[in-house]
């Protein structure tokens, strides 16, 4: 078998947690004094990251940012097209796919059994970490924000975030706890060898 290759379950889990994400899209967005909501989608990226592991979360999140693009409105608040990735939330919108790419892969590192606090520890880097430095960047080249002041807006972000991270790492226990072997089966699967 192809280490590249999909299965029917591997699509299925893509669209299902590409749907998650539009799902909570649905949550209203709660205005701050920055430039960028708070939403609750990153929630969404870092449960795909957590229960999927990296291949099949960052294939999840790129198929959502894809039907953003085209112009479904499953971002919070009904937003979608390409105008999106033009405003100042455009960096945060372009991390998910690699922020749910490094929650998988940190987890599945963690060994085939999900383990909540190495899950506490892969979200706080992909999901607060590696979105808020995107974020940071897409907030002073989009909107004009110095350094200093989109980091500083990141602030309004954190509380909120953290409780993300609980929240994904407790689900993501629950789902490999009722799935035994969800990530590991699939890195076995990814790591066989290619046939000659």
């Not at 192809?2 to 299902?16: G, K, M, P, Y």
């Not at 708070?38 to 990296?54: E, W």
């Not at 294939?59 to 390409?82: C, Q, T």
């Not at 974020?135 to 602030?155: I, P």
Request: one cysteine or more; aromatic letters at 8%; charged letters at 10%.
């Amino acid at each position: 078998m192809s280490r590249n290759r999909w299965t029917s379950r591997d699509l299925a889990l893509v669209a299902t947690f590409a749907g998650v994400v539009a799902a909570l899209g649905l949550v209203p967005a709660i205005s701050l004094p920055v430039p960028v909501p708070v939403t609750a989608q990153s929630l969404g990226v870092m449960l795909a990251g957590s229960v999927l592991g990296a291949r099949r979360a960052f294939a999840a999140l790129l198929l959502f940012l894809a039907l953003v693009a085209v112009g479904l409105p499953l971002l919070a608040g009904g937003r979608g097209g390409l105008g999106v990735f033009a405003g100042p939330s455009a960096g945060f919108l372009l991390a998910f796919p690699f922020c749910a790419a490094l929650i998988g892969w940190l987890v599945e590192r963690g060994g085939p059994s999900y383990h909540l606090w190495w899950g506490v520890v892969a979200n706080l880097l992909g999901g607060i970490v590696l979105m808020y430095a995107a974020g940071t960047l897409g907030m002073v080249a989009l909107a004009h924000l110095r350094l200093d002041a989109a980091l500083a807006a990141n602030a309004w972000y954190v509380v909120g975030d953290l409780a993300k991270v609980a929240v994904a790492a407790l689900v993501a226990r629950g789902v490999h706890a009722a799935y035994p072997g969800l990530l590991g089966e699939h890195r076995g699967r990814a790591e066989e060898p290619a046939p000659a």
